[in-house]
């Protein structure tokens, strides 16, 4: 038997992505964008809009829907990808 490791992005993880469809995640193509208020002096957090080219089984999944935004991503989400 082989075990092997599933390397889990801070995106994967957080939006707690089922396994079976990291790949599908991943090969979407989303725009993140900055919360960041109305003075535009801080990040308060991320969020994004679910593809409208999204797998239907993916969406049933996660209990998303083409166009939904996906807001209040926490900023560190993202930091620490950049740390790994």
């Known amino acids: 038997m082989v075990i092997r490791k599933i390397f889990k992005s801070g995106i994967v993880e957080y939006l707690n992505i089922p396994d079976d469809y990291i790949s599908d995640f ?3 193509n989303i725009e993140y964008h900055d919360n960041d208020g109305s003075s ?3 990040i308060y957090n991320h969020y994004f809009e ?6 239907e089984e993916f ?3 996660m209990g998303w ?3 939904q ?8 989400v993202f ?3 950049c740390h790994e």
């Open 50 to 55: 679910v593809p409208h080219d999204t797998n």
């Open 69 to 76: 935004l996906i807001n209040d991503i926490p900023v560190h």
């Open 40 to 42: 535009g002096d801080m």
């Open 79 to 81: 930091e620490d990808d």
């Open 26 to 28: 991943e090969s979407l």
């Open 65 to 67: 829907s083409k166009g």
């Open 59 to 61: 969406l049933e999944a």
